[in-house]
């Protein structure tokens, strides 16, 4: 074990990065409380951290080359994980959608956050491994087909939103490994023409709920949105974020969206929102720039991976964060739908928390090994 923990791992070791992801967090402990401070969502919240921080050593002494070798096997068994949600007795409903599992001892969690690791190893894996050149419309089908996989049981929970958050991870790294741009044009305009193609089927086969087609109308034509129904989470968040105003409430909980219950899910897809209120434009200007740091940290450490799977590890994890942060602070604004997609290191949730850090340790094992050969 000593030979593992050597100074020079010490010395190499990104402990600003550990420590913006570990103030976020805190920072969101705080948010957590102010949101719900008659229940225990913010204690637990402080007990995943230690638990993600206990994952995230582990993850950063190890080698990640061995893992990434081992991809394959991590992948097939988070699809067995994202399989068994669905089974009954096992897979835990919540909100009307399948997507936890229970286990003995390990007890609840959501496979789907953790199943977006070995979904990116295996893309590094394949992509990393190719020579130099643009990219064949194979190579895109095989790396299509490894988030086909996952994405597809995810569907049948079904978690739109965490469904989502599993589509940047190919687009990075498709980019990376240098894919045409006929292929790139071609991709946007048929996302043009059969997105609002498919959503209109949907409407009209009725697979697309009466709700989902509100929470689409809300953003598109905010004045005939009924604040009383389906419009409901977004008109609370923008009354909840105009609140805060500059510096926010403080602590004045006799006129709090989150306090009174008016906000939904304070604690979880509008911890945002929760922030707006309690600290206002500075409260979250400042969490935006601690964001951009860390993310800035972690493309500082792609430069410096020692290979090319490394890299593209490193991006993936990049894009995933940058898309969820973008697409949750987006729905807590109005400015896109609710799908449920929760703040990374800020929402309340064992497995979000306890993934993105797994994640993070990643990038740090990667970045102690960067004079390595």
């Given at each position: 074990?000593?030979?593992?923990?050597?100074?020079?791992?010490?010395?190499?070791?990104?402990?600003?990065?550990?420590?913006?992801?570990?103030?976020?967090?805190?920072?969101?402990?705080?948010?957590?409380?102010?949101?719900?401070?008659?229940?225990?969502?913010?204690?637990?919240?402080?007990?995943?951290?230690?638990?993600?921080?206990?994952?995230?050593?582990?993850?950063?002494?190890?080698?990640?080359?061995?893992?990434?070798?081992?991809?394959?096997?991590?992948?097939?068994?988070?699809?067995?994980?994202?399989?068994?949600?669905?089974?009954?007795?096992?897979?835990?409903?919540?909100?009307?959608?399948?997507?936890?599992?229970?286990?003995?001892?390990?007890?609840?969690?959501?496979?789907?956050?953790?199943?977006?690791?070995?979904?990116?190893?295996?893309?590094?894996?394949?992509?990393?491994?190719?020579?130099?050149?643009?990219?064949?419309?194979?190579?895109?089908?095989?790396?299509?087909?490894?988030?086909?996989?996952?994405?597809?049981?995810?569907?049948?929970?079904?978690?739109?939103?965490?469904?989502?958050?599993?589509?940047?991870?190919?687009?990075?790294?498709?980019?990376?490994?240098?894919?045409?741009?006929?292929?790139?044009?071609?991709?946007?305009?048929?996302?043009?023409?059969?997105?609002?193609?498919?959503?209109w089927v949907g409407v009209q086969t009725g697979n697309i709920k009466k709700y989902q087609i509100e929470r689409v109308n809300v953003i598109l034509d905010p004045e005939s949105a009924d604040p009383r129904g389906f419009?409901?989470?977004?008109?609370?968040?923008?009354?909840?974020?105009?609140?805060?105003?500059?510096?926010?409430?403080?602590?004045?909980?006799?006129?709090?969206?989150?306090?009174?219950?008016?906000?939904?899910?304070?604690?979880?897809?509008?911890?945002?929102?929760?922030?707006?209120?309690?600290?206002?434009?500075?409260?979250?200007?400042?969490?935006?720039?601690?964001?951009?740091?860390?993310?800035?940290?972690?493309?500082?450490?792609?430069?410096?991976?020692p290979d090319r799977a490394g890299m593209l590890v490193i991006m993936a994890i990049v894009g995933g964060l940058t898309f969820q942060i973008f697409m949750n602070v987006g729905m807590v604004l109005g400015f896109l739908?609710?799908?449920?997609?929760?703040?990374?290191?800020?929402?309340?949730?064992?497995?979000?928390?306890?993934?993105?850090?797994?994640?993070?340790?990643?990038?740090?094992?990667?970045?102690?090994?960067?004079?390595?050969?």
């Open positions: 074990m000593a030979a593992i923990i050597e100074k020079r791992n010490l010395r190499d070791f990104d402990w600003l990065t550990a420590f913006l992801a570990v103030a976020i967090v805190c920072f969101g402990v705080w948010q957590i409380y102010n949101a719900q401070p008659t229940e225990t969502y913010w204690s637990k919240q402080i007990v995943g951290l230690g638990i993600a921080l206990i994952a995230f050593a582990v993850i950063a002494i190890i080698d990640y080359r061995r893992v990434i070798d081992a991809a394959p096997v991590f992948y097939i068994f988070g699809l067995i994980l994202l399989a068994l949600v669905l089974v009954p007795g096992l897979g835990v409903k919540v909100n009307g959608q399948q997507a936890w599992l229970k286990l003995p001892i390990i007890g609840q969690f959501q496979p789907s956050e953790f199943v977006k690791i070995p979904t990116v190893l295996l893309l590094a894996k394949y992509f990393g491994a190719r020579k130099a050149g643009t990219l064949t419309f194979k190579e895109i089908l095989v790396g299509a087909g490894i988030l086909a996989a996952p994405v597809g049981l995810i569907m049948f929970e079904p978690d739109a939103g965490q469904a989502m958050t599993y589509f940047p991870l190919l687009a990075v790294v498709l980019f990376l490994s240098a894919v045409k741009v006929r292929y790139i044009a071609l991709t946007i305009v048929a996302g043009l023409i059969f997105v609002p193609l498919a959503f419009g409901y989470h977004t008109v609370q968040s923008m009354i909840t974020v105009g609140k805060g105003g500059l510096s926010g409430i403080k602590g004045d909980t006799e006129t709090s969206q989150s306090a009174l219950k008016f906000l939904p899910e304070p604690h979880t897809d509008f911890i945002f929102a929760v922030t707006a209120e309690n600290t206002g434009f500075i409260g979250c200007i400042s969490l935006l720039l601690a964001y951009a740091l860390l993310l800035s940290r972690l493309v500082a450490g792609a430069r410096q991976a739908p609710v799908i449920g997609v929760p703040l990374p290191l800020m929402s309340a949730g064992l497995s979000a928390v306890l993934s993105t850090f797994i994640a993070i340790g990643f990038v740090i094992s990667i970045k102690m090994r960067r004079f390595v050969n």
